[in-house]
């Protein structure tokens, strides 16, 4: 029930545990040692409108602050991607034991750039989430611009770069 594609799981050998979910399933894996120049990533399936929960609780589980989301704008609006995150700024939304609030939201040529405070439970302490959408990836196949993708690769490594710790993974999905 929480996998988008029956046939596209995780491996238990890199799968993500879900430390204090009803249960510690969630269809993400960890991408280790890919190059000496490249983080640490949790590849994973965009959320479901029933994993959305599941989601944030592993980037509060997990430490992340960077997520990359390889969805269009048009996947969206069809409703082929759960919007899983606020849109207005000051707007919270709750999302199972996590209050989400957008904080700032920039358009780049490439892709919208979203400033995402991430609060658990009510501990005092809030995080920040940089959450970077490329905005031309198409449904099907590749991007058609090279230099578009390559740009937003190059933006998505300069906030790696400033988040702090530099070990905590990178969230990349698409549908």
Same mark, same amino acid.
């Given at each position: 029930? %929480?996998? =988008? ?5 995780? $491996? !238990?050998?890199? =799968?993500?545990?879900?430390? /204090? *979910? %009803? !249960? ?11 190059? &000496?120049?490249? &983080? ?11 994993? #959305?929960? !599941? ?6 589980e997990q430490k992340v ?6 969805? /269009? ?9 759960? =919007? $899983?995150? &606020? ?9 199972? +034991? ?9 358009? #780049? &040529? ?10 658990y439970r009510d501990q005092?302490? %809030? ?13 099907? *196949?590749? +991007?058609?611009? %090279? ?9 998505? @490594?300069g906030h790696y770069l400033?988040? =702090? ?7 990349? @999905?698409?549908?």
């Open positions: 029930m %929480k996998n =988008r594609h029956q046939d596209v799981m995780p $491996y !238990d050998l890199n =799968r993500v545990l879900l430390q /204090s *979910g %009803k !249960d510690d399933y969630i269809n993400a894996s960890l991408v280790e040692d890919l190059s &000496p120049y490249c &983080p640490r990533l949790i590849a994973t399936q965009a959320p479901l409108s029933g994993t #959305a929960a !599941d989601f944030w609780l592993m980037v509060y602050s960077l997520i990359v989301m390889l969805v /269009s704008e048009q996947e969206l609006e069809k409703g082929k991607v759960v =919007r $899983y995150f &606020p849109t207005e700024r000051g707007q919270q939304v709750a999302q199972g +034991p996590i209050t989400l609030s957008l904080t700032t939201q920039k358009m #780049a &040529p490439t892709h919208v750039e979203r400033m995402i405070s991430l609060q005092s302490l %809030k995080r920040t989430v940089v959450h970077l959408q490329f905005t031309s990836w198409p449904e099907l *196949g590749l +991007p058609e611009s %090279k230099s578009n993708l390559l740009r937003f690769i190059q933006d998505v @490594h400033h988040q =702090r710790p530099l070990h905590t993974p990178v969230v990349v @999905h698409c549908r």
